[in-house]
């Protein structure tokens, strides 16, 4: 009998992680591009760091993806809100930047934004948060038809 409790309560303390974490990928990844009607999900990218150390050393998740030239995508950022990490989306190619989510200038944050794709080939995706925050994001990439 107490091998049996021993073994349910390990099971639990191994599952409990899990159980906390799924809601933040899953939940997250559900709402972020709800209510527009046309966008056509095509994939997802997800990060979740830890508080940086230093702001100049921060983590971020990169990633390469390919767009075709005559697309209209559209680049969502979301966060879970019970952390205190924004996410940042920055998209660009071997020829440049080319859209993101976060105005360094007027030190703005927006939902999403968009890029015509001019250029059939692999384009990168640099997600992080700002200021080094810990977080949990999802970058949502939906192709915008008419």
Known sequence: ???I???LIISFISIAPIITNAQCDQALIDGCAQGDSKAKYVKHFKIRFAEAKSA???SEGQFTIMLMKG???RFYAC????KLGKTIVQLSSDFGNYGSNYNDKTDSEYRAF????SKTGPYYLKLFFKDGKEGCGVCIIALIVD
């Open 1 to 3: 009998m107490k091998s």
């Open 5 to 7: 409790l021993s073994l």
């Open 56 to 58: 100049k050393k921060r």
């Open 71 to 73: 697309n209209h995508y």
């Open 79 to 82: 966060n879970d809100g019970a």
């Open 114 to 117: 968009d890029f015509l794709c």
